[in-house]
Every structure is written in C-alpha cells, then in structure tokens.
C-alpha cells in the first residue's frame, strides 16, 4: 500500500532553536495532516492542509503543502520543553479514501 | 466536553485469551476508526466504520474482530487468532472528510 516517509526519524534540539521536518510519498495526496503524540497518549491534530501550496501556522507551528503534492514540511519556531514528543504525518490520497500515517520524528528538547 | 474515550488504559493478559477494548464517543461523529502502533512506526488501520452496522478492514485486520451496533459505540475484540498482539491501540472517530480526533489509546500487553 501507500506509504509516507518522515526524516528526520529523530532529532535532539537545544530550547529556543528552530526545528524542520518533512514528509514525503511517491504519490499524490489532497490532504496532508500533521499531528504530536505524547507519551501514553493519542495524537492531537496541529494542523490541516488542503491545497498544494497551502502554508498554515498555529502559534510557533507553520506548515506546508508541497506543490508537487506529494509531500509536506512541518517548521516550529523557538521550541520549549513542551514541544517533546512525536510528530506524525498523515495523508489522504482523496476524499473518502483513509489517511496513511508515517512513521513519527521523535523531538527532543535539550534545556 | 466532547470526546473519545477507550478503556482501559492499560490490558493484560494471557496468551490464547480473546480481550475486548472500548472505545466510545460523544462527538456525534459517523465513522469510527481502531488503530495499532508499534514503536518506530506507523499507525496501521485495523477496521472502520464509516455509518452504524456497517465495517470494513483495514490493512491488518487479521485476528481482530469489531461491531457497530450503535453509533457512539466500536468495540475491537483481539482473538487469540492474533500471532502478536502486544501493542498501543488507539480508536479514532471522524465526520465527513474532516481530520481523525483521537482517543488516548489503551496499550495490550499478552503474556
């Protein structure tokens, strides 16, 4: 089946730095999906986009739809210990079809 | 508040018993979703179910079973049928095309 991959698989960050990561597929999706997951606990959806191109922020968080459609960046802006935690991406190739999660970025935050 | 909600959050039991795992939600929402999650990887779909009395597979739905006799309501049964079942359930639910809310998820462990 579809697949998505994420990179960095992990990263260790010092507080107040800016972090980036990305997500790709070798096939198109309409909506990319970004969301965190705490240890123990299920994801919370940070962001939604719909259009290629499309750039979204919530607070620190900003996040991209590749004009190619086929992948997607997530950037956080002066991270705090809070931010620790899994990211996952998930995209759906169209309406009605099921989203395809990849496998996380582990962030850690240094103080 | 509105919310899904899976019970328990912790499972244990012995290899070769089936065990049920809840998931209810009061978010009025049409479909219903049950994911597995190992560690380093995706979420896999196990079933959904887009309206009441009505479910399909997922991508691995082998040795789980599920029933949707009420719309709040997607219970997932892990059958002994399951070679490897120690892992972090999550159920989910959705309206429309909108993104997937997310329980906090119940972790199985089979010994």
């Known amino acids: 089946g579809q697949q998505l991959n994420q990179s960095p698989q992990s990263m260790f960050i010092q507080e107040g730095e800016d972090v980036s990561m990305n997500c790709t597929s070798s096939s198109i999706f309409n909506t990319w999906l970004w969301y965190k997951q705490d240890p123990g606990e299920g994801p919370v959806l940070l962001i939604a986009?719909?259009?290629?191109?499309e750039l979204t922020s919530n607070g620190r968080l900003t996040a991209q739809f590749g004009i190619t459609r086929k992948d997607s960046f997530l950037n956080i802006s002066a991270s705090i210990p809070s931010d620790v935690g899994i990211y996952f991406c998930?995209?759906?190739?169209?309406?009605?079809?099921?989203?395809?999660f990849g496998p996380g970025t582990r962030l850690s935050v240094l103080p | 508040d509105g919310g899904i909600t899976q019970s328990p959050k912790y499972l244990f039991r012995k290899e070769g018993q089936n065990v049920t795992l809840s998931c209810e939600q009061n978010l009025n929402h049409d479909a219903m979703y049950w994911y597995r999650q190992d560690p380093g990887q995706g979420l896999r779909l196990i079933y959904y179910?887009?309206?009441?009395?009505?479910?399909q597979k997922g991508d691995i739905a082998e040795g789980y079973s599920v029933s949707r006799e009420k719309k709040e309501s997607f219970p997932l049964t892990v059958t002994s049928a399951q070679k490897n079942p120690t892992a972090f359930y999550l159920c989910a639910s959705s309206v429309d095309s909108s993104p997937l809310h997310f329980g906090n998820g119940t972790r199985l462990t089979v010994t």
């Open positions: 998930a995209g759906r190739p169209s309406y009605g079809q099921n989203f395809v």
């Open positions: 986009l719909y259009k290629a191109g």
């Open positions: 179910s887009q309206i009441v009395n009505d479910f």
